[in-house]
């Protein structure tokens, strides 16, 4: 994993191709295939970080004015620190890549496996807030097969961060690259931003699309076959 620097584009005046933050807005901006995280970032322990976090989500609660010694939520400020580290946010954490076995193709299939609505629930990395959709996943084996949990397993791992589509998708891809060696994967993603849906622009009808296709599957026949799995 590549870290960046760790410089931080909440400091006053920092500009992205020219957009203030603020011009931005709701734009979700996608700056790269990696996650950006700080070279320290995992320096500081599970635990500790579960500390910290919840005193400073205690913090923003107080600013908003709740009362922390209400019995409702008093607990909150763990209850979400464990619920990002442990859960919603594990996958920032190499040590939590799901272990990938590979199997011999021992049954000569060469033809397209496709894993279809595989669940999933991210969060946006811009509000915060959830992203729910169906990823779909297609690959012709190089000689290599993977377990079937597997493919839901990496979803799984990449979902568990703050995401923007397009880097969930292409993340999922470049691992599975990776993993089965070979460019032959397809990854499709079709998802709702409850950014988009519960709030700003408030559209609950619309959903997102985000696509990977490499090897085979940048043929007509081969994508046109893919769909018709898809759409029954
Ligand atoms: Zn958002």
């Not at 995992?42 to 019995?71: H, N, P, Q, R, T």
């Not at 000689?143 to 949990?149: D, Q, R, T």
């Amino acid at each position: 994993m590549k870290f960046e620097s760790s410089t931080s584009n909440i400091a006053n005046g920092y500009k992205l191709n020219s957009f203030t933050d603020e011009e931005i807005g709701d734009d979700h901006i996608y700056t790269g295939i990696e996650t950006p995280m700080t070279i320290d970032a995992f320096k500081m322990s599970d635990d500790d970080k579960k500390i910290k976090i919840a005193e400073l989500f205690a913090e923003i609660m107080e600013v908003m004015g709740l009362d922390l010694s209400d019995d409702s939520l008093r607990g909150t400020p763990n209850r979400v620190a464990k619920m990002y580290i442990d859960e919603i946010f594990s996958g920032l954490n190499p040590k939590n890549k799901p272990k990938v076995a590979l199997f011999d193709n021992k049954y000569k299939y060469d033809q397209m496996l496709v894993e279809k609505n595989i669940t999933f629930y991210s969060n946006c990395e811009h509000h915060f807030v959830p992203i729910i959709g169906k990823a779909h996943i297609a690959y012709v084996s190089s000689g290599s097969v993977i377990g079937l949990s597997k493919l839901n397993r990496i979803v799984q791992y990449y979902a568990k961060r703050p995401q923007v589509q397009e880097r969930l998708t292409n993340q999922i891809a470049l691992e599975l690259k990776q993993i089965l060696n070979t460019e032959d994967i397809a990854v499709i993603i079709d998802a709702k931003h409850l950014c988009v849906s519960s709030r700003g622009i408030k559209d609950d009808t619309s959903a997102t699309v985000t696509s990977y296709y490499g090897g085979v599957f940048n043929t007509a026949h081969k994508v046109a076959e893919l769909q018709s799995y898809l759409n029954d």
